[in-house]
């Protein structure tokens, strides 16, 4: 793509680094931007700069978060159980839900070797010694995805925990909520009639 | 299993072809180069989404172009793949896109011949276990299901193996992946033995046919896991971290070939093992047809090159089963031999390209 200006395709190669934006959509962004009031994009610059230059993680959950203490110590949680997620994202999703009201620990991805992640390039250890510290933890929840390296990141979570007797739990998997069994692939469908659980009305 | 029509649109040499094809017998002519091997490449593709000849889907696209597109269709089924550059393969069957690409396996079954298929006889294991997977892929798609997952936790564990960077290896994280790959190694392994018992008579039955000296087929099937097998590769763990890579497992599985007892590979003579392969092969056209119930689309690229003409004549007299085989596609260069060998077959279309 050849452009009439070099501040736009400087412009342009920037927001096009960005996830799922192509060249295009990356100069249409850019051209809305200089079409807006100035400080329409003064706002959004310093926005990204503050977000850079100040977001912190907390220092127990590794949450993104404005502070090293997050509101994960917040006295309404249930402090007896830690939820496992991969990402941030994760944790929104499972406080949308409204079901759960433990405590949550990032780990920031999951074991791969193949792409250069080992159990010491995720936040594994520092769960492990946050378990062991608190006494009040009695559970721990896996919600990793159902991948291979989710597994494998859940199987060598569940092997460092072995010793410490604490009781190791994980997300169901089987039949999304308002769809067929018919359509559901074998795997997921075979899992959950070996996991099958009693039927209750409530 | 027929297959009606077919559109390729910048798939190697074909710029834009359409054919449309015979129930039975197809005969593919013309000279060195317009395409005929490229044209059995093409229904391969719609069966297994990759080409049969090993290729990467780029080479496979017309030279200047982006994109390559196959549109099949069958009598009961489309079936259509289409890959261009940086992009992903995109593949639909009757216009849904399935959930991975590995689902059309077994949809339509295949078998082809191919003139270097005597490589398979000369090379490593690996050529061996590839066709041995193609046919339990056909069928099982739990066994296809468990191969993908196995080759990729041995990947994690070759790639464990490989960090070196002074720190001790993860014992615990090793573990972890040999309790994944074991239970998978049985099971792939296992699965293997089986589908040699069953497919050893086909194999003899099909040598039989072809040759009459009375020598008899055989098929040797070696594998580390077998009784005790979790012990010794747990107690090969050190090894595997001195080579940094995985030596026990089914990725080592062979299928030797034997004829009266002894490798074939070393005292076979070339029609011998040209006659082996073609066995081999048509004992996999049978083996699948019995397992899936259709009968499979049967690929023979210049398969009369090498051939003395009574074998030729005796391999014509064959595929003229009308019980036995249904659609066939033949390619041949010398397009004299075809029309006379054909000559009285009234259900055999000829394609000349």
């Known amino acids: 793509m050849e452009f009439p200006s070099q501040l736009v395709e400087r412009a342009v190669e920037e927001i096009s680094r960005l996830p799922g934006i192509g060249k295009k959509t990356a100069l249409r962004l850019a051209l809305h931007l200089l079409k ?12 990204l700069k503050e977000l850079r230059e ?12 404005d502070t090293e203490e997050c509101t994960c110590q917040n006295a309404y949680r249930d402090t007896s159980v830690i939820c496992v997620v991969e990402d941030t994202p994760d944790v929104l999703a499972i406080r949308n839900t409204g079901q759960y009201n433990g405590l949550f620990h990032v780990l920031g991805g999951r074991i791969s070797p193949m792409d250069g992640i080992g159990p010491e390039n995720v936040k594994i250890d520092s769960l492990i010694s946050r378990i062991k510290s608190d006494d009040q933890v009695k559970e721990v929840i896996l919600a990793l995805s159902a991948t291979m390296e989710g597994d494998t990141t859940s199987f060598y979570i569940t092997k460092l925990l072995k010793e410490s007797g604490i009781k190791v739990t994980t997300i169901a998997r089987g039949i999304p909520v ?16 070996t996991t099958r659980t009693l039927f209750s009305q409530d | 299993m027929i297959l009606k029509g077919l559109k390729l649109t910048s798939f190697k040499n074909h710029p834009e072809s359409s054919f449309e ?9 013309g000279k060195n180069g317009v395409g005929k091997t490229n044209l059995l490449d093409a229904i391969y593709y719609l069966s297994f989404t990759k080409s049969a ?3 990467q889907d780029r080479l496979a696209i017309t030279h200047d172009e982006r994109a390559f597109t196959l549109f099949g269709t069958y009598e009961e089924l489309t079936i259509a793949i289409q890959f261009e550059k940086g992009k992903v393969k995109t593949l639909k069957i009757d216009g849904q896109e399935p959930e991975r690409l590995s689902d059309v396996i077994g949809k339509v079954p295949l078998v082809i011949v191919l003139p270097d298929d005597t490589s398979m006889i000369k090379e490593g294991s690996e050529e061996r276990r590839k066709f041995f997977d193609g046919a339990l892929s056909q069928f099982d798609g739990e066994y296809l299901k468990s191969l993908l997952k196995y080759n990729k936790v041995l990947k994690q564990r070759n790639s464990l193996l490989k960090i070196e960077d002074g720190r001790s290896l993860n014992k615990k994280l090793l573990e972890t992946y040999d309790d994944q790959l074991i239970p998978l190694a049985v099971d792939i392994s296992n699965k293997r033995q089986e589908m040699k018992e069953v497919f050893l008579p086909f194999l003899q039955k099909n040598y039989a046919d072809l040759h009459e000296g009375g020598e008899v087929p055989g098929l040797n099937f070696k594998t580390h896991v077998t009784e005790g097998f979790e012990g010794r590769f747990k107690a090969n763990a050190q090894k595997d971290q001195i080579m940094q890579r995985t030596l026990m497992g089914s990725h080592k599985d062979d299928f030797e070939f034997l004829l009266d007892g002894e490798l074939i590979k070393k005292f076979g003579s070339q029609g011998q093992q040209k006659t082996f392969i073609i066995a081999l092969k048509l004992a996999l056209y049978d083996f699948l047809k019995e397992k899936t119930g259709k009968k499979p689309l049967l690929l023979l690229d210049d398969i009369f090159d090498k051939l003395d003409d009574s074998r030729i004549e005796l391999l014509v007299s064959l595929l003229l089963d009308h019980d036995r085989f249904q659609q066939i596609f033949i390619t041949d260069a010398r397009k004299d031999r075809s029309k006379v060998l054909f000559k009285k077959e009234k259900e055999v279309n000829f394609i000349e390209l």
Request: aromatic residues 8%.
């Open chain 2, 53 to 55: 000849v090993g290729s």
């Open chain 1, 178 to 193: 308002g769809s067929e069994l018919e359509f559901a692939d074998e795997v997921t469908l075979g899992r959950s009639i």
């Open chain 1, 36 to 47: 807006q009031p100035e400080d329409a994009t003064f706002e959004l610059s310093s926005a």
């Open chain 1, 54 to 65: 100040n977001i912190k993680y907390c220092k127990t959950c590794h949450i993104i978060a």
């Open chain 2, 21 to 29: 094809f015979g129930e039975r017998i197809n005969c593919v002519l």
